[in-house]
């Protein structure tokens, strides 16, 4: 018997109905069900987050981009397949919205769909690894932040900002685009370094090979500097630390139902091609 994971952002209106369903389905179909512990589904056996995101040949992710962002944390260096289901509006990440669920599970089980490897990028804090699907995001809460970078040893800039993000191109259409940063490709290896709200104009985002190591330093003046790991894990950084960003050794791995396109979901989610009113 096929084993499925199930992880579900449980604060979406109506989540609980919709594991309900998704269980007797996946029984119906002779695949056994792990579900993350919160909701109680008879037919699924309950396992802590964990558990079930790497206890089964795939994974189903429920909620939006934040959730499959969770999954891939929650795998950690076991990466299994996610099939994204987005139970919200937004999302770059989820690979089917919940009106068509049904139909993409079909394909899904009868195993029609492709493997998309994205590459994520580790990094060294307080004697803790890090990794991030989407981004890296440095900065002081409260004031500008001073930070230098190099790139394979060598000073690049200083940057006098909010922030900085070092994003993957998965990351790219997440908020280093909302800070100016371009759209890639997520088959390309690269690191997008986009700095937030940079104090001299002349500073613009950077695309630079994975193949390279990045190193920043933070100089956090009178106050703390923080790194934030795709929104989810923090940790504290003294004055003048200094970091050092690299490829991860692990990829996530997303399922590509058959028909999915990086490009139909930029002209869906971006409105691209659409008329202006």
């Known amino acids: 018997m096929k084993t499925w994971g199930i992880i579900v952002n449980q604060q979406r209106p109506g989540a609980e109905g919709v594991v309900r369903e998704l269980v007797s389905w996946l029984r119906d179909h002779g695949i056994r069900p792990l579900l993350e512990e919160g909701f109680r589904v008879e037919g699924a056996e309950a396992l ?3 558990g079930a995101a790497a206890g089964g040949e795939l994974l189903l992710a429920l909620g939006g981009d934040g959730t499959i962002l969770r ?9 299994r397949p996610i099939l994204g289901i987005n139970l919200g509006s937004l999302g770059f990440l989820t690979e089917t919205a919940q009106d068509r669920m049904w139909q993409t599970l079909e394909l899904v089980a009868k195993g029609q769909y492709a493997i998309e490897e994205r590459a994520m990028v580790r990094t060294e804090a307080g004697g803790k690894q890090f990794f991030a699907l989407n981004d890296f ?7 500008l932040v001073e930070l230098t970078v190099s790139v394979d040893g060598e000073f690049l800039t200083r940057y006098f900002a909010d922030g900085l993000l070092v994003a993957t191109p998965t990351g790219s259409t997440a908020y280093s685009l909302s800070a100016g940063g371009p759209i890639v490709e997520p088959s390309m290896e690269v690191f997008v370094i986009t700095p937030i709200c940079p104090h001299t104009l002349s500073i613009r985002p950077m695309v630079v090979p994975m193949s390279k190591t990045l190193e920043v330093a933070v100089h956090g003046k009178y106050e703390e500097a923080v790194l934030v790991a795709d929104g989810q894990q923090r940790a504290a950084l003294g004055d003048n630390q200094k970091l050092t960003i690299s490829k991860a050794p692990h990829k996530a791995r997303l399922v590509k139902p058959p028909g999915s396109s990086f490009y139909r979901i930029l002209r869906t989610k971006l409105k691209w091609g659409a008329r202006g009113e």
């Open 137 to 143: 995001d440095i900065r002081v809460p409260t004031r």
């Open 71 to 79: 999954a891939v944390r929650l795998m950690a260096g076991d990466q």
């Open 48 to 50: 802590p987050g964990a």
